[in-house]
Every structure is written in structure tokens, then in C-alpha cells.
């Protein structure tokens, strides 16, 4: 895995610090640089075969000194143009200096950030394609060998004694008698029988296709049932609303660094209901970086306000594809009726790559008081 230079001020002097510590001459001469330069090119750590190849101009006819960091690697091979060293398990994952020198001499020697993979992600280099010969220097081909003997087969296991039977439970009362004045009557469309009025007729409440959703978590009953008289005539009420289920349904609403900012509004439709959402993000600020805790994260800020009659919460991750919250954890921050709430999470960096992520957002009505009211978060996103 390669760096590219160029290097700042302070790397370059601490390379030559080490470089001239390393050297058994007297200290170096400004005039040496006459001679022919070492020149480092790249650099590329193969975990799999131990082995770290360096490539460049004049390293010299003998074996040159290769050091990572502060230690000496073994040379198993040289030419003037590459050199290839022994590269020990012992060196964990990160940014190394490594030094390459056949002398003394300020021209003798160079230096260069080589990255070290991990070793469970270290992968052996492809080997090239062969050629195909022509048919003529093929040989003829030999005969097939013997079948293998089949191994026995396993023993099948042996089946569970069935469970008893439960017994019946007793018979319900009977149901109420029905009336005939409400014979033939029926809810308006959007909205469904949930039960009778005060004054006996039907009690009608709205499906989420209407424009609220009343059904709170997946297969439990709403807390409180949100009727057409409530919210029919609510301009918050009949708007779409948020998924309340992690599913293809979701939508992610922005991605940054196109979007930096923006705002998502929502409407509750019980006290168990949730509106879902994403955002999307890839590291817009690629400069060098030593390790991962100096690699700039990317943050979201998210400011919720809780409807004006009830209380609100948000929670949010950062996650990749297919393992949620594996990029943060999973944070939330709650606000009362009229309030805000401020919630910074920061998305876990990889020295090196360019780190993308989706930011899993959901937000909850937090008192019972949450039919039709409205909730805002406002978001922002940077490095």
C-alpha cells in the first residue's frame, strides 16, 4: 500500500535526524549531494509473503540499509533499481518512515511513508496469466482417474417426542347484539371502523395512506387512534409521512459533501409512532494522516424540534452496507414539548481510505400527547 509525497518541513527534518543517527561516518556534508541520489519511487507491503519491496534509482551494487521506523529489515534481494526485504509480523497496521541508504553520504540515502495493512486483510498479489500453448505442444490427455471410495453416511438423528397438547380455554361471552340504525353505514374513505361515539354512531379513524400513521410499532395497537375529525382538516395531518420500519422504503435524503445542510419535518401519528430516515456521507478532506485517530472524522450536528404539545427524542448511527451502527455507536438526546435537542455523532475513520457511510436517523414521539403534531430536525454535515 503507497503514500505519495511530497512531505512537510518537519517530516523531511525528522527523516534526516534519523537517517544521519543511523549513519556510522562523520556527519554529512552539503557538498556530498554531488554524488549520484538514492531515490526511493515506491514502496509496497505484501503481508502474505512477509516480504516489503521497494522500488527507485541507485541503490547501489552492495545490499543497501532498509529501515522501518527504527528498525532494520533483513535484504533478501537488491538490484539498482529494487530492493526486497523481510517484513516481520511484529510491525502492527499504520504509517511507518522507511529509510533506504548504501552509504554515509547525503546522496546515499532517501526516505518515504510506506502504509502496513492489516494482517487479516492482507491478500497475495495475482499472479499473471499464462499464455495458452498451441495446440500442437499440447500433450494428449491421460486417463481419468479412479472414482473415490464414498465415505459412510452419517447417523440420522433422532426425532423429539412431540410436546402435549395444550388444552382448550373456555368460551367466550357473546358478543353485544348489533344495531340496526347503523345497518349499511360506513366509514369515509381513508379511514376505517375503530369502534362508537359518545353518541352511539361510528368512531372513525384514518389509515396511514390518508396521510397519518396510526399504527405506532409493528403489530401493536396505537396508544391513541387519531380520528378523521381530529386531522382531516389539519394541513400537518393530511401531508406524506415518514417510513416507522427499517425496510427499501427508507429514504436518504441527502448526501454529503453535495449537501451540507438541510432540514427533514415529520408528523407524528400516535404516541408509538417513529419517522425514519438516512444520510449519506464520503470523506470530502483526503490529506495525509499518521494513524486513524489523527484522520479527520466526519460529524453530523442534528437539531430536533419537538412538536409544540409533546415531547420528542432522536436517535442516529453511523453504519455501512449491511452492519448497522458499525461506524458509531448508536446515540439519542430527547427534547420537551417546544424544545430543542442537539445531538453530535462522528463517524468512525480509516487512515488511508476514503471513508463513506449512511447515517441512520429515526426519530419518536416521546408522551402520549404526539397525535398530529408536527416535529423539524435541522442537520449539518462536515469535517
Known amino acids: 500500500m503507497l503514500l505519495s509525497r511530497p512531505m512537510s518541513r518537519l517530516t523531511l527534518a525528522l527523516a534526516l535526524a534519523v537517517a544521519a543517527a543511523l549513519a556510522s561516518s562523520p556527519a554529512l556534508r552539503a557538498d556530498d549531494a554531488a ?36 528498525e532494520d529489515l533483513e535484504v533478501v534481494s537488491h538490484d539498482l533499481g529494487q530492493v526486497v526485504a523481510t517484513l516481520p509480523d511484529r510491525f502492527p497496521s499504520g504509517s511507518y518512515l522507511l529509510i533506504v541508504a548504501r552509504g554515509s553520504k547525503l546522496s546515499d540515502y532517501d526516505v518515504f511513508h510506506v502504509t502496513l495493512p492489516n494482517l ?26 479412479p472414482a473415490g471410495v464414498a465415505g459412510a453416511a452419517g447417523a440420522t438423528g433422532l426425532t423429539g417426542p412431540a410436546g402435549p397438547r395444550g388444552e382448550a380455554g373456555p368460551q367466550g361471552p357473546p358478543g353485544p347484539a348489533g344495531r340496526l340504525e347503523l345497518a349499511g353505514r360506513r366509514c369515509p374513505s381513508g379511514s ?47 401531508g406524506s409521512d415518514l417510513p416507522d420500519a427499517w425496510d427499501s422504503r427508507v429514504p436518504v435524503l441527502a448526501s454529503y459533501p453535495t449537501a451540507r445542510g438541510g432540514q ?49 427524542s432522536v436517535c442516529a448511527c453511523w453504519s455501512s452496507a449491511g452492519s448497522a451502527c458499525d461506524r458509531s455507536r448508536n446515540e439519542c438526546v430527547a427534547a420537551a414539548a417546544g424544545t430543542s435537542a ?38 449539518r454535515i462536515a469535517e
Request: charged share 25%; proline share 5%.
Open 264 to 312: 427533514a419535518r415529520g408528523t407524528f401519528g400516535g404516541a408509538l409512532d417513529r419517522d425514519l430516515f438516512s444520510l449519506a456521507a464520503s470523506e470530502d478532506d483526503g490529506r495525509f494522516c499518521f494513524d486513524d485517530r489523527r484522520d479527520k472524522p466526519v460529524r453530523a450536528h442534528l437539531v430536533l424540534t419537538a412538536p409544540s404539545k409533546s415531547g420528542a
Open 120 to 145: 487479516a486483510e492482507a491478500e497475495r498479489p495475482e499472479r499473471p496469466e499464462r499464455a495458452p500453448r498451441a495446440e500442437a505442444q499440447r500433450g494428449e490427455t491421460g486417463p481419468a482417474g
Open 192 to 238: 376505517y371502523v375503530a369502534g362508537f361515539d359518545e353518541a352511539g354512531g361510528l368512531a372513525c379513524e384514518l389509515l396511514a395512506a390518508a396521510g397519518v400513521v396510526a399504527d405506532g410499532a409493528a403489530g401493536e395497537p396505537p396508544a391513541r387512534g387519531i380520528t378523521a375529525s381530529e386531522c382531516l382538516g389539519d394541513e400537518a395531518g393530511s
Open 342 to 379: 442537539e445531538l453530535d455523532v462522528a463517524m468512525r475513520m480509516v487512515c488511508g481510505a476514503v471513508d463513506q457511510g449512511t447515517l441512520e436517523v429515526e426519530v419518536r414521539a416521546a408522551t402520549p400527547e404526539a397525535a398530529c403534531g408536527d416535529w423539524s430536525l435541522d442537520w
Open 35 to 70: 554524488s549520484e541520489q538514492v531515490v526511493v519511487i515506491s514502496a509496497h507491503a505484501d503481508r502474505a509473503s512477509h516480504t516489503l519491496i521497494v522500488t527507485g534509482l541507485d541503490f547501489g551494487e552492495e545490499a543497501p540499509r532498509v529501515t522501518l521506523g527504527v
